[in-house]
Every structure is written in C-alpha cells, then in structure tokens.
C-alpha cells in the first residue's frame, strides 16, 4: 500500500510538471515575453529556455 502511494504520489508529480510545460510553450507561442512567463511560473528564464528547447 504505501508503494501503491508513492506511485500515485510521483505520476501526480510528472501530471502537474507535463502541465506546466505545455503551459510554458502556450505562452511563448502566444508570444509572451519570457521574463513574463517566469513572473508568471516562478521559473528563472534560464529555466524556461531550456524548456522550449
């Protein structure tokens, strides 16, 4: 039971972290200024452009 947990626990992790990409790159394709979306996401801008790499 608690590796049934910890499995659920970490598949809600990677959920949450494939959302906030797909967030990422809407923005920018949208053309939001990466200083913006890192305001936005408490991402560094370094971060973010590795991201839409």
Known sequence: EEGLEKGLEKGR???IEQ???Q???GMHKN???LEDIAKFT???TEE???ILL
Do not use: A, P
Request: aromatic share 0%; net charge neutral.
């Open 48 to 50: 973010i452009q590795n």
């Open 42 to 44: 408490g991402l560094s």
């Open 19 to 21: 959302g906030k990409v």
């Open 23 to 25: 967030l990422i790159r």
């Open 31 to 33: 053309g939001m200024l």
């Open 13 to 15: 992790e990677e959920g």
